[in-house]
Nanobody, 115 residues
């Protein structure tokens, strides 16, 4: 099994930046892909981006050019750097890890973009 915990987020002004971190523990070697998802207010959960264990990243068109995903393999963490945040980015952001045995999710981190 893999345990996943997100941290970061909070209240950010429009145009500002925030960074979310995802720490994984447990069967780290079984992780195939890391993913960031979000549930915007009143909407279904959607994919923000993914990172493979080889470091290949992909982000959705909605955040492309503003959000980046990076990994620190020495700390088993994957970060989501969010720049030029907009009010419509407000929501709960989740980290997930995909393994052969299935997917594991964190509890979510709230990001609120408001002036």
């Amino acid at each position: 099994q893999v345990q996943v915990v997100e941290s970061g987020g909070g209240l950010v002004q429009p145009g500002g930046s925030a960074r979310l971190s995802c720490v994984a523990s447990g069967s780290i070697s079984s992780i195939l892909t890391w993913g960031w998802y979000r549930r915007l207010t009143g909407k279904a959960r959607e994919l923000v981006g993914t990172m493979s264990t080889s470091g290949l990243t992909n982000v959705s068109d909605a955040v492309k050019g503003r959000f980046t995903i990076t990994r620190d393999s020495t700390k088993n963490t994957v970060d989501l750097q969010m720049n030029n945040l907009k009010p419509e980015d407000t929501g709960v952001y989740y980290c997930s890890t995909i393994t052969i045995a299935g997917g594991y999710w964190g509890q979510g981190a709230q990001v609120a973009v408001s002036s």
